[in-house]
Structure formats: C-alpha cells, structure tokens
C-alpha cells in the first residue's frame, strides 16, 4: 500500500511539473516566431578535418539573416579539395558575403558588406541623441571576421541636416567611433 501511494505521489509530482513546464504562455510582438537572441552565438561545422567557426550577428534586418542562413547551410562538399585557399561569394540585393577557406577547409575570412539595412535600435538611438534633428540618409553595414574573431563590426551612417551632412562610424553596440564632415 505503502509503495502505490509513493508512486502515486511521485507519478503526480512529475506530471505537475511537466504540464508546468510545457505550458508557458510566450506573448509579445516575438511570440511564435524565431529570433536571433534564440540562436548560438558561434556557429561551427564540421568540414572534413578542421571545424569552421563562423559567428552569427544579431543584425535587427531579415535580409542580411537570411544571406547568413544561406552560407551557413552552404555545404562546401569536396568541390574544392586540393587547393590552396578558395572563397565563395553570395548576393543579394544591397549586399555581399564573402568567405574564404584554406586548403583543409577551414573557414579563416569572412566580410559582410551591405547597404542601407535596418539600424539596430542602439545605433539609432546615440545617432538621435547626439544629433538631434537629423536625418540618416544611407547606411552600410561592415562585418568582418578572422580566423574566428570579429575584427569589425560597424556602421558606416551618412546624417543631414540642411544643406550639412555628416558621415558618422558607429560600432554595433553604439559606441560613436569617427566622425567626419
């Protein structure tokens, strides 16, 4: 008797617990869909017999995570053995990836260059604090990654005021790097 009501306190315990679990309500503007936040921060796979690291950008634009899904799921295949170093390419429209492999197949490159994309809320918010009553006329964005380390990752912003423009660098984070007339 003694062993029924154990089980039938423990067989409960762990429904509760797994009904509690599973029925967290998620609302907000993001609910049911996959954010940036949700995935890894370095992203490796395997080619032949070194692991690749490639990490991912939080970039706030569709476009520019989507071309970075794109070369992720690129399989580099055995196209390519044999020589030196080789790259890819990918476009879309106002951007390019560019990746570059050595001879095992290692990713040791990558440069991100796109135009006028969405600005991450932070970049935009130390442009309007520090230049209020401007305009952001166009934009690029700078990724550049070594060997597994970022080596920049910026934003290159055009601002006007009037008949006045401005070129402004911007770190990802909002930190105001250059300014120049």
Same mark, same amino acid.
């Given at each position: 008797?003694?062993?029924?009501i154990?089980?039938l306190l423990?067989s409960?315990f762990v429904?509760a617990?797994?009904?509690?679990y599973?029925n967290?309500?998620?609302?907000?503007?993001?609910?049911?869909s996959f954010?940036s936040?949700?995935?890894p921060?370095?992203?490796?796979?395997?080619?032949?017999k070194?692991f690749?690291a490639?990490i991912t &950008?939080?970039n706030p634009d569709?476009?520019?995570r &989507?071309?970075q899904?794109?070369?992720? &799921? +690129?399989d580099?295949?055995?196209?390519h053995?044999?020589?030196?170093?080789?790259?890819?390419?990918m476009?879309m429209?106002?951007?390019?990836l560019?990746a570059?492999y050595? &001879?095992?197949?290692?990713?040791?490159?990558?440069?991100e260059?796109?135009?006028n994309?969405?600005?991450?809320?932070?970049?935009?918010?130390?442009?309007?604090q520090?230049?209020?009553k401007?305009?952001?006329?166009n934009d690029t964005?700078l990724?550049?990654q070594?060997d597994?380390?970022v080596?920049?990752?910026? +934003?290159?912003?055009?601002?006007?005021?009037?008949?006045?423009?401005?070129?402004?660098t911007?770190?990802?984070?909002?930190?105001?790097?250059?300014e120049a007339e």
């Amino acid at each position: 008797m003694k062993k029924i009501i154990l089980t039938l306190l423990f067989s409960s315990f762990v429904t509760a617990s797994y009904s509690q679990y599973h029925n967290k309500k998620v609302s907000g503007p993001n609910a049911g869909s996959f954010e940036s936040e949700e995935a890894p921060k370095v992203v490796t796979k395997k080619t032949e017999k070194n692991f690749s690291a490639y990490i991912t &950008d939080e970039n706030p634009d569709n476009k520019v995570r &989507d071309l970075q899904r794109k070369f992720f &799921d +690129y399989d580099l295949g055995k196209q390519h053995q044999g020589e030196k170093s080789h790259s890819i390419q990918m476009e879309m429209k106002n951007g390019l990836l560019s990746a570059t492999y050595n &001879d095992d197949g290692k990713l040791t490159g990558i440069i991100e260059n796109y135009k006028n994309v969405k600005l991450p809320n932070v970049v935009v918010h130390t442009i309007l604090q520090k230049f209020p009553k401007w305009e952001i006329v166009n934009d690029t964005f700078l990724y550049v990654q070594e060997d597994g380390h970022v080596v920049k990752k910026q +934003y290159h912003i055009k601002i006007k005021k009037e008949n006045e423009v401005r070129k402004l660098t911007v770190h990802a984070n909002g930190e105001l790097l250059e300014e120049a007339e």
